[in-house]
């Protein structure tokens, strides 16, 4: 990309980077949210969403390598024609017509490494045309800074900044500080994709486990959820049980040391260090 972000630049990222890794793992949600909010102002923008692709069983010679967008989170509301957001979680399923959409699949190529693509800057036989450039029409986008971060082997989580009609398209320092702020976001999005259970699975949790999944990293009791939930104590602990046998686990410290050991390894890491995207 040619571009280098000065040291102002890389302050703020730090100071970001340090909030998302502070903030409440039972508020993941929250974090992902203000994280969104503080990098888009960096970026000059305000609309966005979050988007998690997650490498699934597929016949040989699938398009996508098995990639498919799973989970798309709003940051800044975007709705689109498929889509139906769904309050617990504001967790949506993508149907399968994103497979053949032309940039999905040249955004997939590189997939296993953070990156960063402005759609305006596209070739045109990928951008033209595509399921992406009519959404974008339809929507009044004139331009979308994909930002990728290769969270595990089989998840990413894919951040979307958009610029409106009338508003100048990105450009190369504004890519060139989106790369640089995915070096630091290894918490949150690998607590993010975790709290979403796609670790041992296809598919997402349901609704009401994410619910007593997020209620069980506050600390709350079993009938603490039960009356959070509004549910029965005895419906409240099937909950639990299901949480845990999801994550392979059969305790709630065990459970909370998931979150922790994906903090230690990072907490410490150095700047320049997080500016190297992975590779």
Known sequence: MGASISSDTLGQLVSLWQEAERWPVSDVDGAIDRMMSRLGGMLGTSRSLVMVGARISAPQGDPLDGWRAVILQH???????EVAEDRIGRCTYLQDAYVLDTVTQFMQRQAGEHRVAACSQLPPEVFVGSRTAQLMEA???????????ATFADQEVCFIFSREVGEAPFGASEQALALAALG?????????????????????????QRQTLLHLLTGRSEKEIAQAMEVSLATAHQYVVSVYRLFRVSSRPELMALWLDLGASCAHAPAARRLAPRG
């Open 139 to 149: 929507v009044g986008v004139v331009d979308r800074l994909i930002v990728t971060h």
């Open 75 to 81: 940051s800044v509301v975007e709705l689109e024609e």
């Open 184 to 208: 630091g976001l290894d918490v949150l999005c690998e607590r993010y994709v975790l709290s979403l259970g796609l670790l041992h699975g296809e598919r997402p949790m349901a609704p009401r």
